[in-house]
């Protein structure tokens, strides 16, 4: 068996999967079918992330398994997720330090700020 082709070999372009084929009663069910999330993937980075939840997303356990460096899993593991469509990193809240924290905190025990002010502020939404 081969995997599934996402894109065209002559133009590049996003392959549909439109037939399926059950060897064993000879059942065919023709259609439109969407091939997955993961169907873009090459099957190394398919491997990293079967190792990576093996590991239950440690990635010490990942660097012993693989015999690669934290640096390089991290490299692998933004490789996929740019290959899922996202970019690593995008949804992760900003660093609030240490005085903003406490001027917030301070301002909120004064009374000055409402605590939905608080939180917009420390998820850097303001």
């Known amino acids: ?49 079967f190792t990576f939840v093996r590991c239950e997303g440690k990635l010490t356990r990942v660097e012993t398994e693989l015999g690669i460096s934290y640096p390089t899993i991290r490299n692998r593991l933004h490789e ?16 609030v330090n240490d005085e903003k924290r406490r001027v917030v905190l301070e301002d909120l025990d004064a009374g000055k700020i409402s605590p939905d002010d608080a939180m917009r502020i420390l998820r850097g939404e303001e």
């Open 80 to 95: 996929v997720i740019r290959a899922l469509g996202y970019e690593p990193g995008k949804d992760e809240s900003p660093e």
């Open 1 to 49: 068996m081969y995997p599934v082709l996402t894109l065209c070999p002559v133009c590049k372009n996003e392959m549909n999967v439109t037939r399926l084929h059950c060897p064993s009663c000879e059942t065919v069910v023709e259609g439109r079918f969407a091939a997955g999330h993961f169907a873009n993937l090459s099957q190394e980075q398919l491997d990293f992330i």
